[in-house]
């Protein structure tokens, strides 16, 4: 299983890293700071799950699913955002999850279950 991460602020991302480092166990976890590096980084990879802050600095996260829904694998998208302004927007691409911040290790753990 891979697993890519997207999320602007470096201490969010290390932070949702170790929550799902913990709820998946040490699977190939992947880290981006940037919506266009995990993009470039998907193509010729099987991508298992995704999880992405919707707003981003360039590439939205909301325009990442797409291109990774294009290459038509199963992805498990899991948007993350501070509000819920683009919750719709994100449930029209039929994603797994929409979680709210600060994520906690319990919305994770409910984003995998919901997966399954």
């Known amino acids: ?8 602020d470096y201490d969010e991302l290390l932070d ?4 799902v ?3 998946y166990g040490r ?6 700071q940037a919506a266009e590096d995990a993009a470039a980084y998907a193509k010729g990879r ?10 981003l600095k360039g590439m939205s996260g909301i325009a990442l699913a797409k291109e990774l829904k294009k290459k038509g694998e ?11 302004e683009y919750a719709l927007d994100a449930w029209k691409l039929f994603i797994n ?6 994520v906690s290790l319990s919305a994770v753990q ?4 919901c997966s399954r």
């Open 1 to 8: 299983m891979e697993i890519i991460l997207v999320m602007k």
């Open 110 to 113: 409910h984003s995998r279950d």
């Open 21 to 23: 480092e913990s709820v």
């Open 97 to 102: 999850d929409y979680l709210l911040k600060p």
């Open 27 to 32: 699977e190939k976890i992947c880290t981006f």
């Open 74 to 84: 199963d992805i498990q998208i899991n948007f993350i955002s501070d509000t819920q």
């Open 46 to 55: 099987h991508i298992d799950v995704c999880y992405t802050e919707v707003v």
């Open 16 to 19: 949702l890293k170790n929550k």
